[in-house]
């Protein structure tokens, strides 16, 4: 069965300093990835998505950025966060079927506070 | 620019069924209808989804109108562990990328 991590869970980090989110899949190969954020009593937004090693397309322009070194790890980063970088952070991934559905299933989630 | 509308809240009672509307009154004959829901503090979760056809599976069931502009889900036995929100998002076939909206927050109670 597939597995999607999420680390760290929590993350506190002052203004100003960078940051490092990992997401690696486990049990399937060549998935679609996405980064979401949820801001507090907000809806999803999604950030960014891959649909390949290296192919990263995004949503909105921020402060962020997304990277995939491995076919199932994604990796999203930031040089310098801001106040308005935190939120919940999650990663999704899917496959491509016959029927081309997509269904995106979620991590856990990271909870980043930038203070 | 919203695609869907649902109630804000709405309450249900443990071991009733839950019946959750939504509108979704331009969608378009290339898009599907899907449900998520997330518990707090946990990401989404996949529950359902159709494209005109009313669809069942474990969790739920999917009834959408014959002209597609509208759909409920439902939840046959509510369990309080099914307290969360719940999205309903049209999707063009094909389109990878989802839209969540507000959803509907629905309590479960004893």
């Known amino acids: 069965s597939q597995t999607i991590h999420q680390w760290p869970a929590t993350l506190v980090q002052p203004v100003g300093s960078p940051l490092s989110l990992e997401c690696t899949v486990e049990g399937t190969s060549n998935p679609n990835l996405y980064w979401y954020r949820q801001a507090a009593g907000r809806g999803l937004q999604l950030l960014f998505y891959s649909v390949g090693i290296g192919q990263i397309s995004s949503e909105v322009p921020q402060n962020l950025s997304a990277s995939r070194p491995q076919d199932r790890q994604f990796i999203l980063s930031s040089k310098k966060l801001l106040l308005s970088d935190s939120g919940f952070y999650l990663c999704a991934w899917s496959v491509v079927m016959p029927t081309r559905r997509y269904e995106q299933y979620f991590g856990p989630g990271t909870r980043l506070t930038v203070t | 620019d919203a695609k869907t509308t649902q109630p804000t809240s709405m309450d249900c009672a443990e071991g009733r069924a839950a019946n959750l509307p939504c509108n979704h009154s331009?969608?378009?004959?290339?898009?599907?209808v899907y449900w998520y829901r997330q518990i707090h503090s946990q990401g989404p979760q996949y529950i359902i989804h159709g494209l005109k056809n009313n669809e069942t599976n474990e969790m739920a069931s999917l009834i959408i109108t014959e002209d597609r502009k509208s759909s409920t889900l439902i939840l046959p036995h509510a369990t309080l562990r099914d307290t969360a929100v719940y999205y309903c998002i049209v999707r063009v076939i094909g389109d990878y990328k989802l839209s969540f909206g507000a959803g509907t927050t629905v309590t479960v109670r004893a």
């Open positions: 331009t969608i378009s004959g290339n898009e599907y």
